[in-house]
């Protein structure tokens, strides 16, 4: 019976491997990428994802075009008919005539790019179920290069940590170039959360790593929503004369679903040094302490703590199976 166990752990692992086999294939850009099929069939809707995986880091000094950091993007469609994911090319996002409203959902790290499809499906799905959105929306996956690298998880996530500011120009490039009265909402868990704040400061007219985004003069900066959980960022990053000081001259409402007992973010510091305790916080930990912002800025910003639901995980699907945390995110998204 033991031998027999023994035999059927084995079959299955090599079944996992072979399987594991097809979705690095997807990771490259073959045919077999994952079709997650959505529940809520909405053949309005237009579900994409870009990726940046694979792309060179944005060259640091002086300033940047739209047109440089859209160039290479990997492009895919999800047919909502037949459910299955087809390459595409951009144009279609620039040209929508009339805009809709785009939601763009960015994911954290330890991320593959299969994983990115998949997730990022289950995402939009849980969007969009059970709730009282009429219109269609556009719903874009940012894939961000967030793949393991290192066995040792914090020199791993200080690699990580890198990428966000290079996929927060991409990112960036993406949204000055949609049609400029588009409704957009981001959405970012985790370093996924660095990655918006990144797009934010430099649509701003911010510049990071001493490098900023070219802006055309008549470029009018529309006001973003913008929602990110257990965001893996300084919490005072935010704030006047910090890193991403400027970004919320670009958003017309940011709300924060923090989490005072996540794992993971109280050792936020351990990316600064070894002693967590000697680092910064994290503002999916702590909140952002906007007691030091302008009132008009202040009056933008809601925070919630939920860690009475989440707990002391830190993973993006228990916010989103959570009823209550789902409802923030959809509020923070669409305003209702």
Request: contains cysteine; negative net charge; glycine residues 8%.
């Amino acid at each position: 019976m033991v031998a027999g166990t023994h035999k059927l752990k084995y079959c299955t692992t090599i079944f996992f491997f072979l399987a594991l086999s097809s979705i690095v294939l997807a990771e490259e850009g073959g045919p077999d990428c994952p079709n997650e099929k959505p529940a809520a069939l909405r053949t309005e809707d237009e579900v994409w994802l870009l990726s940046c995986r694979g792309l060179d880091c944005v060259e640091q000094g002086g300033m940047v075009t739209a047109e440089r950091l859209t160039q290479g993007l990997a492009a895919w469609r999800f047919d909502l008919t037949t459910r299955t994911w087809e390459r595409a090319e951009l144009d279609p996002l620039w040209q929508t005539t009339p805009p809709i409203r785009t939601i763009v959902w960015v994911h954290g790290n330890l991320t593959t790019a299969s994983e990115a499809f998949s997730d990022g499906l289950t995402f939009y799905r849980r969007m969009v179920n059970d709730s009282e959105i009429e219109t269609p929306i556009r719903f874009i996956i940012w894939s961000w290069p967030a793949s393991k690298i290192l066995t040792r998880p914090v020199p791993d996530a200080r690699i990580k940590a890198a990428r966000t500011t290079s996929a927060g120009f991409r990112l960036a490039g993406v949204l000055q170039s949609l049609p400029p009265e588009s409704e957009v909402s981001l959405i970012g868990f985790s370093f996924g959360a660095r990655v918006v704040s990144a797009t934010m400061e430099l649509l701003a007219g911010g510049e990071l790593n001493r490098t900023s985004l070219e802006l055309p003069s008549d470029f009018d900066s529309v006001g973003y929503r913008v929602t990110l959980f257990a965001a893996a960022l300084d919490s005072t990053w935010l704030l006047p004369d910090q890193r991403f000081g400027m970004a919320l001259q670009v958003v017309s409402h940011l709300t924060l679903i923090n989490n005072y007992c996540d794992r993971i973010l109280k050792n936020y510091g351990k990316l600064y040094c070894h002693c967590a305790r000697q680092g910064p916080s994290a503002l999916g930990y702590t909140g952002l302490p906007d007691r030091n912002l302008p009132t008009d800025e202040q009056n933008i910003i809601e925070q919630f703590n939920a860690s009475g639901s989440i707990g002391k995980q830190h993973a993006w699907r228990p916010y989103i199976e959570s009823s209550t945390t789902m409802e923030l995110i959809r509020s923070g998204t669409f305003g209702q």
